[in-house]
């Protein structure tokens, strides 16, 4: 790590490292004012390393803020700021605001005004129509920047970050896209810039020639007829000229189709974006999105794409990332898995940002004050049925509180349906988090027996004996079987066998069920038959394809598969930040979707569905069961009222997502 951990500088600005934590909404300032929530948090991803937080976004307006966002449009909010300020430096990090308008992008039901833009085109994003800007109110905005940025210089921040990416505002007048105006700020691209330099000009004016300024951009936009890398290098080019210290290199749009942050992206896949600008400019260039290891950071540094890497989830769920890599132990950091389901997926339901991996990420105020109230609770002996995640979860907390944890696990491996998360195409990530759990349940010298069978008599004869005070049920669920007539002969297979590779189907297939296993389960078997990934490197290169023929290759299988839903929807249980780009692989992958499909009977040609009334058979030589799961909670039944000290948790106690398991294990734990 010696590049990613050495001292580097952006303008006058000397930070102990290369590692930035780039901005992430949070949701913590309901009020628009710092507080400890959101000082905690921060003061924690100091402590544990960092050289620069971007901080924000933060509202330069009401108009274009959002839910949650700390304010910087009044001298009222400075004095919060500050003990924010301070309380990372007396961490050795460096902190900057990053300064936000939404432009299209605000929703006016949340602001109770009408968003603003450089034209009156509809946002895909809002669905709604923004105003056009008047000269007045350009130069109302663009004063409102620089009155922003003047506070957050007399609040003690480092420097500032202007947004010019994702598609707001400056962004929007960068795009033709979005940018359809016929006066100085509409036109050829240097027509489109004129906007955002004039932001950066009154920015600069306002804080004096020394405050670092850092921009942060789109390397590209991923919409259609907006703007390229070859476009972003031009802006940056001219941004450099006005006086920019360092470039924050980000990927597309918020609208755009393909996927930015979702875990099928690979990882590091945008840093080639940051390469290009950089190769454009002579100042700090800052690669970002899903550069989630220390390792992969080093690499892109040592490879010259970038001078900075950016993180921002993966110090969400791992504060002491910094400090972990640099001691060596990078296998031992807490990995963000990219599920986004305590992050974006609570951005888009309007709550404070949480995470799946991490249940302390937001609570560290509270949990530190609930620390000082509550003494340490008399060590225990505990006994945790089930090496799922639930079950190492709890293990890891309840042996940091002090108590000695056994696990009785009946396979031969931890992790329980992690494996069944991890199995689709894209999906991996779940096992690192499986395999961090079991990491540090060894480190911390939990005992984990395997292929041990767990009876009521066995549990009740060892707390009996004295082995243990304390017993957890974590025995996770099991996949339902519908009441369904079924044909002897039919080849019926549960969901969860084939995800695991326990059975083989055949070439017609159907899945009964259009949640979140039953989507996983057609994109597993989408991929069967199709292209590999070393062919498609050795087509592409030696061009001995079409690019039509190459994407026939890549997304054409040798499986014929439908998926059959009940009621109204694919994949209503995925959370909404992840649901669209798997939706957006069934079709691309010719995956039939049937809706309001109610399946009658199971034949040997095939399954019985009744639409609007009508029966008719698909037909099928495989089909598979995906229509949810139920908790195995048997042990916990028959052991009530028979152990003082009994509890349950995860999908033993209700199936639910991954996230609700891993926080209802954490609060079990710290009991």
């Given at each position: 790590?010696?590049m ?29 004012e ?8 921060y003061?924690?991803r ?6 620069l ?20 449009d009044?001298?009222y ?7 924010l ?7 050795g990090a460096?902190i900057?605001p ?9 929703h ?5 005004q009408?968003s ?21 109110k350009?130069?109302q905005v ?10 957050a ?14 598609g707001?505002?400056i962004?929007?007048?960068l ?20 906007f955002g330099?004039?932001?950066?000009e ?30 972003s ?16 290199v980000?990927g597309?749009?918020?609208e ?16 080639y974006?940051?390469q290009g ?42 504060p002491?990332?910094?400090k ?5 132990a990078?296998?031992r950091i807490?990995?963000?898995?990219g ?8 951005v ?60 009785w ?8 349906q ?10 991996q ?5 499986g395999?961090y ?14 292929n041990?069978k767990?009876?009521?008599?066995k549990?009740?004869?060892?707390v009996?004996?004295g ?8 025995t996770?669920?099991?996949p339902?079987t519908?009441?369904?007539?079924i ?7 549960q ?6 590779g ?6 017609n ?6 949640g979140?296993?039953?989507?996983d ?25 079409t ?12 499986k ?5 839903e ?9 959370g909404?930040?992840t649901?669209w780009s798997?939706?957006?692989?069934l ?9 309001d499909?109610?399946?009658l ?23 598979i ?17 028979k152990?003082e ?13 991954v996230?609700?398991?891993i926080h ?8």
């Amino acid at each position: 790590m010696s590049m990613l951990f050495s001292p580097a500088k952006i303008g006058t600005l000397q930070l102990r490292n290369r590692l930035v934590m780039t901005p992430m909404h949070l949701g913590y300032s309901p009020q628009g004012e710092v507080n400890d929530k959101l000082i905690e948090f921060y003061r924690a991803r100091a402590r544990g390393g960092v050289g620069l937080i971007v901080f924000g976004g933060c509202g330069i307006d009401r108009i274009g803020n959002g839910p949650g966002m700390t304010q910087l449009d009044d001298d009222y909010f400075i004095p919060g700021l500050r003990r924010l300020v301070e309380a990372v430096h007396a961490e050795g990090a460096k902190i900057v605001p990053q300064l936000y308008q939404a432009g299209r992008y605000a929703h006016s039901v949340l602001t109770g005004q009408p968003s603003v833009a450089p034209s009156p085109i509809s946002s895909r994003l809002t669905r709604q129509t923004p105003e056009e800007l008047t000269q007045e109110k350009i130069n109302q905005v663009i004063d409102s920047f620089a009155k922003a940025a003047k506070r957050a210089q007399a609040s003690g921040f480092d420097g500032v970050e202007i947004l010019a990416s994702a598609g707001y505002l400056i962004s929007q007048f960068l795009s033709p896209v979005t940018n359809q105006r016929s006066d100085r700020y509409g036109g050829d691209l240097q027509a489109r810039m004129t906007f955002g330099l004039e932001v950066v000009e009154a920015v600069r004016a306002a804080v004096g020639p020394d405050f670092p300024i850092i921009v942060r951009v789109a390397g590209n936009d991923f919409v259609p007829g907006s703007h390229t890398n070859t476009e972003s290098r031009a802006f940056c080019q001219a941004l450099e000229k006005k006086g920019v210290n360092a470039l924050n290199v980000t990927g597309g749009w918020h609208e755009t189709q393909v996927p930015q942050l979702t875990m099928n992206v690979p990882p590091g896949a945008y840093a080639y974006l940051a390469q290009g600008i950089k190769q454009a400019v002579s100042i700090p260039v800052f690669a970002c999105n899903r550069i989630n290891t220390p390792e992969l950071a080093e690499e892109i540094l040592q490879e010259g794409k970038a001078d900075f890497i950016g993180m921002a989830r993966p110090l969400l769920a791992d504060p002491e990332l910094p400090k972990k890599a640099m001691s060596g132990a990078s296998d031992r950091i807490r990995p963000c898995i990219g599920c986004n389901q305590g992050c974006l997926d609570y951005v888009f339901q309007l709550k404070p940002v949480s995470c799946l991996v991490n249940a302390e990420a937001g609570r560290e105020a509270e949990l530190a004050e609930l620390a000082l109230k509550n003494p340490p609770a008399q060590n225990q002996q505990i006994l945790v049925i089930g090496a799922g995640a639930a079950g190492l979860e709890f293990a890891r907390v309840a042996t940091l509180k002090g108590h000695k944890v056994t696990i009785w696990e009946e396979s031969d491996k931890t992790g329980g349906q992690l494996a069944l998360a991890a199995a689709p195409p894209g999906r991996q990530d779940f096992l690192y988090f499986g395999t961090y759990l079991a990491n540090i349940c060894q480190d911390l010298g939990v005992i984990i027996q395997y292929n041990v069978k767990a009876t009521p008599e066995k549990i009740l004869s060892a707390v009996q004996n004295g082995e243990f005070t304390r017993v957890v049920i974590a025995t996770g669920a099991r996949p339902i079987t519908p009441l369904i007539k079924i044909e002897p002969g039919t080849q019926v297979l549960q969901a969860w066998d084939v995800l695991l590779g326990r059975q083989i189907t055949g070439q017609n297939v159907i899945i009964v069920g259009g949640g979140a296993v039953g989507v996983d389960t057609a994109l597993l078997l989408a991929e069967s038959g199709t292209i590999d990934n070393q062919t498609l490197r050795f087509l592409l290169l030696q061009q001995a394809e079409t690019d039509q023929e190459i994407y026939r290759l890549a997304t054409q299988g040798s499986k014929k598969i439908t998926v059959l839903e009940m009621g109204k929807g694919i994949g209503r249980d995925i959370g909404p930040s992840t649901r669209w780009s798997m939706l957006a692989d069934l079709k691309r992958y010719r995956v039939n979707c049937l809706e309001d499909n109610k399946v009658l009977e199971i034949r040997a040609d095939g399954v019985l569905v009744e639409n609007a009334g009508e029966q008719r058979v698909i037909p099928a030589d495989t089909v598979i069961l995906a229509v949810g799961s139920c908790s195995q909670n048997e042990l916990y039944t028959a052991l009530q009222g028979k152990i003082e000290s009994l509890s349950i948790i995860g999908d033993a106690a209700k199936p639910r997502k991954v996230l609700d398991a891993i926080h209802e294990a954490y609060a079990e734990g710290i009991k």
